[in-house]
């Protein structure tokens, strides 16, 4: 009656016809009265979204304090009525760390076990084996039971604001259980580490703990297939290698190559080098197979964005604002279009209701703070950051954005604070030094200045970024090298810049300054700023400079 009982239980739930698991679970536990059946009809409860019922029906059972499975279903049914608090105090505060095992020791006993190990024949040996196989299991579950409610305490931490704990409450639950994705999830969509701490984590993880029932042979492909998956998730700024390696194997072996979540890591990798062409194609390829898939959606909002494809953006805001007015995404994509057709205020808005209705959505609180950047409300902008900062403490570009703010204010003490401190989060971002660079530039240091310069151009050479969008540092550093009286090197970068990105009046013009700075050379700095009137006849710097070159010329006729 009880194989019965459960098989018609299981039917019901995977048709899910709730009303008939929970009639036919209640007549089972009556008939058994085993923890598991309890448990299990407590989920029914919980699925259905009946969280008071299913936790005071886990209260009543007293199977809180008896079993772990129902210590963590009753803490998830307090988070999910909003009830932090007593979540933790049923879960409990402490993190059971004496579960994380250290990899490095465990391969190394492995090694010498393997080595002068014993083995064991008959019967008592095959039935120590058995008992063996049965406790390790029971640990494994115990295990996995234990890195989930980490995970839980992280959330209500997470809710609570105390980010520096559920960091911690997270990262204890990978390590316990490697496999709890979900808590590997937090750490990365929130940026909870910096790409440094990212790599170093997934290195302290025990992937070799992954096991497949039944299958020895097959635990150590689970294991580094697992690592893969992983690897994908981290920071793009770092180690793009170790990501490609990961990306290629997935692809090509596993046949993952059409996977939304890996095309999304290739697009990310992709946007962090400026090639925004490459990956809204991706981005795009993803959503006309899953028009809604939420995850793709502010990368590709981003990259409308760079690409001014204002009419996109307009048709997206519109059809999401239909379908799924619920979501965060949603007022992301409208705000986006408002501000890229300079509507900020409007922008504004819809920026800070994707904020309201997710509080840890990055995307939203950075579009918020850039309304009040665009419209040069800088107090207002660096406040805005600095909520992004804290709550995404692990990525460097709130602290970029910051530095920036200061710049414009002319704090440039400050805003060098905020630089350095973004370098220290995130050492290969182009963009960061350049900022750096420029600060430097305007405190009278051109050479520090120049230095950053060439760094930011070597780093975006060598993660293979799109040669236009780096234009900026190199007009930058053939400034510095015209500050620092390096004239030759600084006409060779405003030639490069001038073959790489067409005519422009302010580099001729500043060719012209250089001709007249060297001395003697006013015969080419006049026809070089004629070049530049040519391409904008209003000009006033290039105006300026002809006039007083041809004064020059003048001057010096016999």
Not at 228 to 248: D, G, H, I, Q, V
Not at 282 to 311: M, R
Not at 503 to 523: P, R, T
Request: net charge negative; glycine share 4%.
């Amino acid at each position: 009656m009880e194989s019965f009982l459960r098989e018609w239980r299981q039917d019901a739930l995977n048709k899910a016809q709730y009303e008939s698991a929970i009639f036919i679970g209640d007549k089972l536990l009556a008939l058994t009265n085993d923890d598991n059946d309890a448990f299990w009809l407590a989920q029914v409860h919980f699925t259905t979204g009946n969280y008071t019922r299913a936790q005071a029906f886990l209260s009543k059972q007293d199977l809180v304090t008896r079993n772990p499975s129902c210590r963590y279903l009753a803490g998830h049914c307090f988070i999910k009525q909003f009830r932090f608090d007593e979540a933790l105090a049923v879960l409990g505060e402490r993190n059971p760390t004496h579960l994380i095992s250290n990899p490095a020791s465990k391969r190394k006993t492995q090694h010498t076990t393997g080595r002068s190990g014993t083995l064991h024949h008959g019967r008592g040996a095959t039935k120590l084996h058995d008992r063996r196989d049965e406790s390790s299991e029971e640990e494994t579950a115990n295990r996995r039971i234990e890195a989930a409610m980490c995970f839980l305490r992280g959330i209500c931490y997470a809710k609570q604001n105390a980010f520096d704990r559920a960091k911690e409450c997270y990262k204890d639950a990978v390590r316990i259980d490697a496999q709890c994705f979900e808590a590997f999830q937090q750490l990365m969509k929130n940026s909870l580490m910096s790409p440094d701490e990212e790599w170093q984590f997934l290195e302290s993880l025990d992937f070799d703990a992954i096991t497949v029932p039944g299958d020895p042979s097959s635990s150590q492909e689970a294991a580094e297939f697992t690592r893969m998956l992983y690897t994908t998730r981290l920071s793009k700024y770092r180690n793009p290698a170790s990501f490609t390696t990961a990306y290629e194997t997935l692809s090509t072996h596993y046949n993952l190559a059409s996977n939304p979540d890996l095309l999304l890591a290739r697009a990310d990798l992709l946007f962090t080098q400026c090639r925004y062409k490459d990956a809204l194609a991706i981005t795009e390829s993803v959503l006309q197979e899953d028009k809604y898939n939420f995850s793709i959606y502010p990368l590709h909002l981003a990259c409308l964005y760079e690409l001014k494809q204002k009419n996109v953006l307009f048709l997206i805001a519109h059809d999401l604002a239909d379908t799924h007015p619920e979501e965060p995404c949603t007022w992301l994509a409208v705000g986006t279009y408002y501000f890229s057709i300079d509507k900020i205020a409007e922008a504004r808005r819809y920026f800070s209701k994707a904020s309201m209705m997710d509080p840890h959505f990055g995307p939203a609180w950075i579009g918020f703070a850039h309304t009040f950047a665009a419209e040069g409300e800088h107090d207002q902008a660096i406040s805005a950051y600095s909520t992004a900062a804290r709550l995404f403490m692990g990525t460097h570009l709130p602290q970029v954005f910051l530095g920036m703010q200061n710049h414009a204010l002319n704090n440039m003490t400050l805003a060098d604070e905020f630089l350095k401190t973004a370098y220290g989060l995130c050492r290969t971002d182009p963009l960061l030094l350049n900022e750096m660079g420029i600060v430097y530039y305007h405190q009278d240091r051109p050479q520090d200045a120049a230095t950053l310069f060439v760094k930011a151009l070597e780093v975006a050479d060598d993660i293979d970024a799109e040669p236009n969008a780096w234009l900026a540092p190199r007009v930058n550093l053939a400034h510095a090298y015209r500050r620092a009286r390096r004239y030759d090197d600084a006409l060779d970068q405003f030639d490069e810049v001038l073959r790489l990105g067409g005519k422009d009046a302010a580099v001729l013009a500043a060719k012209g300054l250089i001709y007249m700075e060297q001395g003697g050379k006013f015969d080419l700095a006049v026809e070089v700023l004629h070049q530049a009137l040519a391409i904008h006849p209003q000009d006033p710097i290039a105006t300026e400079l002809l006039n007083k070159a041809l004064d020059e010329t003048a001057a010096l006729m016999p």
